[in-house]
């Protein structure tokens, strides 16, 4: 009713019905959302010959928008707060990252031995800043509602929507592998991986809940990190 959506009510006509389905809920596209990115990605690359190859990439990405599935695509069509014409609702996208470069090659020694590296870095994904609700880290909302849109309701904090941004990192991963030729056209192919060769683990994400969750975890302390150093020795057989 408009008492309780005002403009942002959506007639059935909106979902292609003239009478109530009578079903529990209805999929479509969320009225005026949208999702801007614009970016480039930039990539050298040198194919395998002379016992060597590389590559090196850099891709910069800025993506905005007023809908998102950051814990919450189940929501956005059933609050106000969460609406794309809401206000506050438009910001950086949760999830994306601006800037990533990678660095990759490898090189043969003596026709048997490949000695390979890959390093990538990014710089850090963006987040909201959010509140607990039913299981969800929705963005966060001002304490006293207010009037938009012709309904009043507790719209999101001004800088809230991919306002944090989660510290950036790299890692390093190395490879070495053997190749032994074998009679009848066969080979045996030994390898060792090591990834994250630094054993630096780094945080990977922040907590983004204003008000924490539970006792001595606090609102930008770390949440997840990179793994610690790996080590995987295989062989395999090739005919």
Known sequence: AAATCGDFCLGLGYFGYAANPGS?????????????????????????????????????????????????????????????RAPNVYGTQPGSIDHLFKFAGSYKFFNRLELGALY???????????????????????ATPYVFGNVSENWIVDDTVGSLTNPSYGTLDLRAA???????????????DIFNALDDQATIRQQDLVAGQGPGLQFGDPLTFVQPRRFYLGARFLF
């Open 24 to 84: 529990n809920f209805v999929i479509a596209t969320l009225a005026g959302s949208e999702r801007n990115t614009d970016g480039i990605d930039l990539v050298f690359r040198k194919r395998y010959a002379n016992n060597w190859q590389g590559l090196v990439s850099y891709s910069f990405t800025d993506a905005e928008g007023n809908t998102n599935s950051d814990s919450n695509a189940d929501f956005a069509g059933d609050v106000l707060f969460l609406d794309p």
């Open 120 to 142: 990538a870095w990014n710089s850090g994904s963006h987040a909201s800043r959010t509140a607990l609700q039913s299981g969800r880290n929705l963005p966060l909302q001002v």
């Open 178 to 192: 053997w190749s032994q030729p074998l009679p009848r056209s066969t080979s045996l192919e030994l390898f060792l």
